[in-house]
């Protein structure tokens, strides 16, 4: 009977300590969602200090070799100035592989900018006649690379943001919501 009791015991500690660590895994993904995102959910994240260092909002989007972002949605209150991190988490060279941070402005077609992008290698993928559909964009990265842009988030709105290495645009975008 004791062995019974110790065994049940044990199941029962190994099943609160594995429910425990599931809490604080998701505690970790919250935190990340909460870049940048309203100062109410942030004051509950262990990274505030990390993210809005000296006023200025930090945030990190990861790209991979299989085309995709980590994130779909990244937020900021608008005038806020931000740094935005481009992490490229694969292994393959930006000739083949390349990603970049490109922010558009409201009412730009991502797919007809993707397409004039495309074809134009020689400017890291950004039209020469881009003028007022970008906000912001960070230079193209490869394997293990990073790159950092710093801007001033727009008025409130929904903004598009995309890798404008030829074909990616259809994977690998997202929304830059500003509050």
């Given at each position: 009977?004791?062995i019974v009791?110790?065994?049940?015991?044990l199941?029962?500690?190994?099943?609160l300590?594995?429910c425990?660590g599931?809490?604080k895994?998701?505690?970790?993904?919250?935190?990340?969602?909460?870049?940048?995102s309203?100062?109410?959910?942030?004051?509950?994240?262990?990274q505030?200090?990390?993210?809005a260092?000296d006023g200025?909002?930090?945030?990190?989007?990861e790209?991979?070799?299989?085309?995709k972002?980590?994130?779909?949605?990244l937020?900021?209150?608008?005038?806020?100035?931000?740094?935005l991190t481009?992490k490229?988490?694969?292994e393959?060279?930006k000739?083949?592989?390349?990603?970049?941070?490109?922010l558009l402005?409201k009412g730009?077609?991502?797919?007809?900018?993707?397409?004039r992008?495309?074809?134009a290698s020689?400017n890291g993928?950004?039209?020469?006649d881009?003028g007022?559909?970008?906000?912001?964009?960070?230079e193209?990265i490869?394997?293990?690379?990073?790159?950092?842009?710093t801007f001033?988030?727009p008025?409130?709105?929904?903004?598009?943001?995309i890798c404008?290495f030829p074909?990616?645009v259809?994977?690998?975008?997202?929304?830059?919501?500003?509050?």
């Amino acid at each position: 009977m004791k062995i019974v009791k110790l065994t049940l015991s044990l199941l029962l500690a190994v099943s609160l300590v594995a429910c425990g660590g599931e809490e604080k895994k998701e505690e970790k993904k919250e935190s990340k969602v909460s870049i940048g995102s309203q100062t109410e959910q942030r004051e509950t994240s262990t990274q505030d200090n990390e993210d809005a260092m000296d006023g200025v909002v930090q945030l990190t989007l990861e790209g991979s070799d299989q085309m995709k972002f980590n994130k779909k949605t990244l937020k900021a209150k608008a005038g806020s100035e931000i740094e935005l991190t481009l992490k490229h988490v694969g292994e393959m060279s930006k000739q083949a592989m390349g990603h970049n941070f490109v922010l558009l402005n409201k009412g730009v077609d991502m797919m007809e900018f993707g397409e004039r992008a495309a074809g134009a290698s020689d400017n890291g993928y950004i039209p020469t006649d881009a003028g007022d559909d970008v906000i912001a964009h960070t230079e193209m990265i490869g394997g293990g690379e990073s790159a950092t842009v710093t801007f001033i988030a727009p008025e409130k709105g929904e903004y598009d943001f995309i890798c404008s290495f030829p074909g990616h645009v259809a994977l690998m975008k997202g929304k830059f919501i500003v509050e």
